[in-house]
Antibody
């Protein structure tokens, strides 16, 4: 059974940092692109960042470029999101999602999300 | 950035009725569009990819159509589990973008 499980969320002050993790199981992690998608309270979905299966290519939304870094450790089946210089508008549930087999650019399995709250 | 506009924002329908949801792109996305369903407190679920292909386990009453800039998600006869928020998403160009969502509520 495919599972992705996020962790690392919490309350952080503006300007602070946080690292999210996503532990994957039930599939060959190193063969799939992986993504972070967020959802602010009561709002819609916003794509944040993607990494190809090897991690050699990464992509970012303009809203987080230069502040967030996506990475992966295929030996540990884990995806990461390092978030620096956090702002109030980064407050959201952050979902880890697996890319589909035909193209990495759709999301076929999602975790339950981890809440990041940026507030003083 | 490709902007996806979904309409209507809210759709009020009864059990057994047909639901028709629209997603319009600001430029052509060819057939590179997906639909997701999200229920309160849950993660989204992939329903349709590449405009018209049902994802694994999605029932036949759910279908997608369209290409270019205009897309439709149709639920032929609403079941209780279909009342939720639906999002479209394009993969034609980076950044990947989602529509604002359509809420299907019980009338």
């Amino acid at each position: 059974e495919v599972q992705v499980l996020e962790s690392g969320g919490g309350l952080v002050q503006p300007g602070g940092s946080l690292r999210l993790s996503c532990a994957a199981s039930g599939f060959t992690f190193s063969s799939y692109g992986m993504h972070w998608v967020r959802q602010a309270p009561g709002k819609g979905l916003e794509w944040v960042s993607s990494a190809t299966s090897s991690g050699d290519n990464t992509y970012y939304a303009d809203s987080v470029k230069g502040r967030f870094t996506i990475s992966r450790d295929n030996s540990k089946n884990t995806l990461y999101l390092q978030m620096n210089s956090l702002r109030a508008e980064d407050t959201a549930v952050y979902y880890c999602a697996k890319g589909t087999v035909t193209t990495m650019l759709y999301f076929d399995y999602w975790g339950q999300g981890t809440l990041v709250t940026v507030s003083s | 950035e490709i902007v996806l506009t979904q309409s209507p924002a809210t759709l009020s329908l009864s059990l057994g009725e047909r639901a028709t949801l629209s997603c319009r792109a600001s430029q052509s996305v060819s057939s590179y569009l997906a639909w997701y369903q999200q229920k309160p407190g849950q993660a989204p679920r992939l329903l349709i990819y590449d405009a018209s292909n049902r994802a694994t386990g999605i029932p036949a009453r759910v279908s997608g159509s369209g290409s270019g800039t205009d897309f439709t998600l149709t639920i032929s006869s609403l079941e209780p589990e279909d009342f939720a928020v639906y999002y479209c998403q394009q993969r034609r160009k980076w950044p990947l973008t989602f529509g604002g969502g359509t809420k299907v509520e019980i009338k």
